[in-house]
C-alpha cells in the first residue's frame, strides 16, 4: 500500500489521485502497483462503472520517478522492477471508461497514459511533454503509434524528438483533450462525465470501447518498445542524463556514444 495514491469511491466512480504533490507526483513502482491493483478490481467488480485518474498539487505528474530509472540502469534492481509495464498493460486491458483529470503539467508517462483515456479533461494551461529523448528514452506505452495517428506524424515527432509542449488548450483542438478548462473546473467536470458514464448501459459501453481501441496491436507496440526501453535505459546517454537531473544541470551528451 502507499500513501502517494488516494483511492475513493462514489456513485459507482472510482477515483485514484496522484498525491506525491511534493515529487510533482513522480510516480514510483509503489504507486504504479496501487494502481493497478485497484484498476483491474475495478475491471472485475459491478459496482464500478467509470473510473477517473486524478492529481493533487499543481502538477498533474512529473511521469516515471527518475530515481527507479537510475536504479535500474544501475543494476540495483532488476528490470522487471520498473513498474511502468503492469500499469502499461493494465491500460491497454481496461474495458471500463477511464475519465482523466488533469489539472496541471504532465510529463512522460503522464501524456503518455492519456491516450489511454477515453475522456481527457485538462486545465487551458497545462503543458503536456514527452522529453523521453531528453533523457536518451525512447517513448512507451504504444505512443510511438497512437500519438501520430492521433495528432500526426510531425507534431508528434517534434513532441517526442525535441520534448516540444502542447498546452491544453491545443490539446483539446488536435485530439489529445475531451476540453481545456479552468484548471479549477477540471476535477468537476471529470466527476460529472464519470457519472454520466457510470448510468449508461455498462455492457454497451464496453462492448463499443472493445471495438474503438486495438488491444492486440497496442501490446504488440507496448511490447517493442518495452524492449528498446530496456536496452536504452542502460546506455551511457541515459545514465548522464539521470546524473544530470540529480546534479539539476543540463546533461552534456558530447562524450556519450
Ligand atoms: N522523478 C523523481 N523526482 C522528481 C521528478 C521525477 N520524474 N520530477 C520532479 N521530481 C522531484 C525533484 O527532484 C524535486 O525533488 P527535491 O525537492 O527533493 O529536490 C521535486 O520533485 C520538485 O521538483 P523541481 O524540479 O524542484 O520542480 P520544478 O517546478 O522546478 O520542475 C519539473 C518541475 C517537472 C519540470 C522537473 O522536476 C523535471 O523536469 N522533472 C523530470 C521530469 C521527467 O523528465 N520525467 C520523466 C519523463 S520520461
Request: include cysteine; charged fraction near 20%.
Amino acid at each position: 500500500m502507499t500513501d502517494h495514491v488516494r483511492v475513493s469511491r462514489e456513485q459507482g466512480v472510482l477515483t485514484l489521485t496522484f498525491a506525491r504533490p511534493e515529487k510533482k507526483n513522480a510516480l514510483t513502482n509503489a504507486m504504479y502497483e496501487a494502481v493497478v491493483r485497484e484498476m483491474n478490481r475495478a475491471e472485475n467488480d459491478p459496482e464500478v462503472r467509470a473510473i477517473v485518474l486524478a492529481a493533487e498539487g499543481d502538477m498533474f505528474t512529473a511521469g516515471n520517478d527518475i530515481g527507479d530509472f537510475t536504479a535500474v540502469a544501475t543494476g540495483a534492481v532488476a528490470p522487471r522492477s520498473i513498474g511502468a509495464s503492469p500499469f502499461l498493460l493494465a491500460l491497454a486491458h481496461l474495458t471500463k471508461p477511464l475519465i482523466a483529470a488533469v489539472q496541471g503539467n504532465a510529463v512522460g508517462v503522464g501524456t503518455t497514459m492519456l491516450l489511454h483515456c477515453d475522456m481527457v479533461f485538462i486545465a487551458e494551461g497545462a503543458q503536456l511533454t514527452t522529453p523521453f529523448v531528453n533523457l536518451a528514452l525512447v517513448p512507451e506505452a504504444a505512443s510511438t503509434w497512437l500519438l501520430p495517428a492521433r495528432i500526426g506524424y510531425a507534431r508528434a515527432y517534434a513532441m517526442f524528438a525535441l520534448g516540444q509542449p502542447i498546452d491544453g488548450k491545443t490539446a483539446a483542438q488536435i485530439g489529445i483533450a475531451t476540453a481545456a478548462l479552468p484548471a479549477n473546473e477540471v476535477q468537476n467536470r471529470a466527476q460529472e462525465a464519470a457519472r454520466a458514464l457510470a448510468a449508461k448501459p455498462a455492457g454497451a459501453l464496453r462492448a463499443m470501447k472493445k471495438l474503438m481501441r486495438d488491444v492486440e496491436t497496442i501490446k504488440e507496440v507496448m511490447q517493442r518498445e518495452g524492449d528498446e526501453f530496456q536496452a536504452r535505459l542502460k546506455s551511457p546517454e541515459a545514465m548522464e542524463a539521470f546524473r544530470a537531473f540529480a546534479e539539476r544541470r543540463p546533461p552534456d551528451f558530447s562524450k556519450v556514444a
